[in-house]
């Protein structure tokens, strides 16, 4: 889905300034924000997680160097840096611990070597609570106080914000809304993180492409079926191609999908209360940008409104992120500003 980020000149970008960095598996995310929240900038360094943690501390603050030279902007007057990363973590030590997806980051201080190499003080954030704070600040949720954001990708990731406020949690675990249980019987289906139940073991694009392939095997009328013997890779770009030209099975497993994270919102509504629930992620068929994802989108709504309270069916708003790829960096930023200007 596009991005709807708003973007600045330096020259018109309201001051103080701030940088953000969305560090993934495979990619970082570095860009320049003002105090509004519009981009003035913003980049793409490949992560090279096996060169290690302190490579990539080092390329992050020369990137944020360059994009303050190429913007013509004084060092100066950049304020504070924001970093989000995948967990597990131990956000108020500055701690990335074990990330699955980044082995050779095991206990590094993030936080403050990032500091260090910036020369600037650093914000520290779960990534999907960096994204769950840009889309709280600029996003689909800046009407609101309160947010709940899941993305929809190789896992579901989870961001809760409150007022200001990220819920990180006592030990740094606080959102992870992808485990939460939405099935407890004796075939409840296993989630990458070693137990059954989740709601990433439904609803994430690996679980999604694994529940496809399980169906498959006893309908032979799919038109994916095509679409494999080509010796295509199974995804789910494909399973939205094909469910958007009227292959029943591929539609079938959407809508599934959407009754699965229905399950999984009830519950968090019911926790939490917040005033929008938004969804985000590569996972989203389309958004509402397609009639297939407008479709995925009002399943939700409709079965999440069965399954709550009159009052949460009619006050919670359920809707897709709007600031795409952009938010994880926009957020971390917003999360520097607020370190920031708490400490005026």
């Known amino acids: 889905m596009a991005s709807n980020c708003p973007q600045v000149?330096?020259?018109?970008?309201?001051?103080?300034?701030?940088?953000?960095?969305?560090?993934?598996?495979?990619?970082i995310k570095i860009g320049l924000v003002d105090d509004r929240g519009s981009t003035i900038g913003a980049t793409r360094i490949p992560t090279d997680q096996e060169r290690g943690p302190e490579d990539a501390m080092g390329r992050m603050a020369a990137t944020i160097k360059e994009l303050l030279e190429s913007e013509k902007i004084d060092p100066t007057e950049l304020m504070a840096v924001g970093l989000g990363t995948p967990g597990t973590m131990d956000i108020p030590a500055g701690m990335i611990l074990a990330p699955p997806n980044l082995p050779a980051w095991r206990n590094f201080p993030v936080r403050d070597e990032l500091s260090k190499a910036c020369q600037c003080p650093v914000a520290y954030a779960n990534d999907a609570a960096a994204a769950a704070y840009g889309e709280f600040w600029i996003g689909t949720g800046q009407q609101f106080n309160s947010i709940v954001l899941l993305t929809l990708g190789t896992g579901v990731g989870g961001g809760i914000i409150i007022g200001d406020m990220s819920i990180d949690g006592e030990n740094s675990h606080g959102a992870e809304c992808g485990h939460i249980l939405i099935e407890s019987g004796p075939e409840a289906r296993m989630c990458s993180c070693g137990q059954a139940g989740h709601l990433e073991a439904y609803a994430s694009a690996t679980a999604v492409v694994k529940r496809t392939r399980e169906a498959l095997q006893t309908d032979a009328t799919s038109s994916l079926h095509q679409r494999l013997e080509g010796q295509q890779e199974l995804t789910t770009l494909i399973l939205y191609e094909e469910a958007s030209r009227g292959d029943d099975l591929s539609r079938r497993i959407?809508?599934?999908?959407?009754?699965?994270?229905?399950?999984?919102?009830?519950?968090?509504?019911?926790?939490?209360?917040?005033g929008i629930?938004?969804?985000?992620?590569?996972?989203?068929?389309?958004?509402?940008?397609?009639?297939?994802?407008?479709?995925?989108?009002?399943?939700?709504?409709?079965?999440?409104?069965k399954q709550t309270f009159p009052v949460l069916a009619d006050q919670t708003t359920i809707d897709f992120a709007g600031l795409g790829s952009s938010a994880g960096y926009i957020g971390a930023a917003g999360i520097a500003r607020l370190m920031y200007k708490r400490a005026e």
């Open 9 to 27: 000149t330096a020259e018109d970008a309201q001051r103080p300034l701030f940088a953000g960095v969305d560090l993934g598996g495979t990619g």
């Open 254 to 274: 959407v809508m599934e999908t959407a009754d699965y994270l229905a399950l999984g919102i009830v519950s968090l509504v019911h926790t939490i209360d917040p």
């Open 277 to 305: 629930v938004v969804l985000g992620g590569a996972m989203t068929f389309g958004g509402n940008d397609a009639e297939l994802g407008r479709e995925f989108i009002e399943r939700i709504r409709s079965q999440f409104r």
